[in-house]
């Protein structure tokens, strides 16, 4: 993975082992645990089970990649974490920042993932 700036980090403790929040992941990102497959707007970069799953994407106005780390907590406590990365380069990428990141919308959209993973475990 190409090294983009720093946008932020959103962690949460999930009330279940690695394993199962690992698949809870796979089911909100990938929809098949099974299967791993890239959500709509990213590609897989990376899988490192269970403990990182890497993913990219590009379009017009950005550059980004969003990872997520599971660490253990206790034998029956995951600490998952969503870090994200983006470029936004020229006029129209500060603008899309400024609407993406700078009114909070990323921040609502990546804890929501975050809540329906440990929903999901």
């Known amino acids: 993975m190409e090294r983009l700036p720093y946008i932020d980090e959103h962690a949460r403790s999930i009330d279940s082992n690695r394993d199962r929040a690992w698949k809870a992941l796979l089911r909100v990102m990938c929809k098949d ?3 791993p497959s890239a959500p709509s707007g990213f590609r897989l970069d990376s ?3 269970p403990a990182r799953l890497a993913l990219s994407g590009r379009h017009w106005f950005s550059r ?3 990872i997520f780390e599971l660490d253990d907590e206790g034998p ?3 600490r998952i974490r969503a870090k994200s990365w983006g470029e936004f380069p020229g ?3 500060k603008i899309y920042r400024a609407l993406v990141v700078g ?3 990323h921040r609502v ?3 929501r993932l975050l809540r329906q993973i440990a929903a999901a475990a």
Request: hydrophobic share 40%.
């Open 103 to 105: 009114s909070g919308v």
């Open 109 to 111: 959209v990546v804890r």
């Open 91 to 93: 006029l129209h990428g």
């Open 33 to 35: 645990p099974n299967d």
């Open 76 to 78: 029956s406590h995951t």
């Open 64 to 66: 980004y990649a969003l």
């Open 47 to 49: 899988i490192d089970a």
